[in-house]
């Protein structure tokens, strides 16, 4: 065991904190409270990452018996959140999704909460989605693990057949702030700094013949005007399914052309214009640029 970190005063009460926390985690899954749903609405930035999956590990698993069942999908659906209408008639038992996003780290979802689905975005293929299938008051049994193993195939876009006996029982949705969660959603000092959501991916069609380097300069503006604007929002870009590090790239491949489709998303706490932003990026790509070039370089519009 690793007790180095009892030996200072801050890392005893760390340790203390994240004990106390977890007692109060496992008090609010007694009264049949969904872990996904406190991780979700949980704004404690001790509560999120590698931390979250610790905890999932040890409650659901360890402490709990859940079922579960990991996979790489080759393939994913394009709306994971829709699959929470099939998902809440499972009331023969309770599900926790966890999907280790490429850019954001680990997330963790009540599967049968669409909001909390579509707080992943869009899957990226082959990366980790782990399910776990349970009932808080019993071990899991092969219905909960044949359950965990279908709501993957659905992640990935499969048709499975559906045993009838999953829609028969007590495994409901909880309605919000019933569930015990809500007590332990209260954030911590670092909890301000930590993103928690990401918006669906936004497209915008390259209007131009091609994607230039006014486009390149235009985007570049946009987003710094923006983030300007809101230091706690981060504005992620891709192109063909791939996260794009530096705008440049997009011109310097040449392949950007008319027709094209540059995806963005924002990620933050408390996410505000993320549709003004569209209409500005879109106006960007298109032979409107110009109107972003204006001033000084270096120097930051306030477009928002």
């Not at 859940?66 to 599900?95: G, H, I, M, R, T």
């Not at 870009?237 to 963005?264: C, M």
């Not at 640029?289 to 270096?298: D, H, I, R, S, W």
Request: aromatic residues 8%; positive net charge; proline residues 6%.
């Amino acid at each position: 065991m690793n007790l180095e970190i009892l030996s200072t005063r801050a890392g005893f009460n760390a340790a203390v904190r994240h004990i106390k926390k977890t007692l109060g985690i496992i008090d609010a899954l007694e009264e049949n409270a969904n872990l996904g749903d406190i991780l979700f609405e949980s704004e404690d930035g001790e509560l999120a990452g590698e931390q979250a999956g610790l905890l999932l590990r040890m409650i659901l698993i360890d402490k709990l018996k859940y079922a579960v069942f990991s996979s790489n999908p080759a393939s994913v659906v394009p709306e994971p959140a829709a699959l929470a209408a099939e998902f809440e008639k499972w009331k023969a038992v309770d599900l926790v999704a966890a999907y280790h996003h490429p850019d954001r780290g680990l997330l963790a979802a009540n599967p049968k909460v669409p909001a909390e689905l579509a707080n992943f975005g869009g899957l990226k293929k082959r990366e980790l989605l782990v399910i776990y299938a349970g009932r808080a008051g019993a071990p899991a049994d092969g219905l909960c693990q044949k359950a965990a193993e279908i709501a993957a195939a659905l992640f990935a876009g499969d048709k499975p057949a559906i045993p009838g006996e999953l829609y028969i029982g007590a495994c409901t949705v909880k309605t919000p702030g019933k569930t015990g969660a809500s007590k332990l959603a209260a954030p911590s000092p670092a909890a301000s700094q930590r993103p928690a959501r990401m918006t669906p991916l936004y497209s915008v069609v390259v209007q131009n013949e091609l994607f230039h380097n006014g486009n390149v300069e235009a985007w570049k503006r946009i987003i710094a005007a923006y983030t300007a604007r809101y230091p706690e929002l981060r504005v992620y870009i891709y192109y063909e399914g791939e996260r794009i590090l530096d705008i440049n790239a997009l011109f310097k491949w040449g392949k950007v052309k008319h027709g094209s489709s540059i995806q963005f998303a924002v990620q933050g706490r408390d996410i505000r214009d993320a549709a003004k932003l569209w209409r500005y990026l879109l106006q960007g790509a298109g032979c409107q640029f110009e109107a972003f070039l204006q001033g000084p370089p270096g120097a930051v519009m306030k477009l928002f």
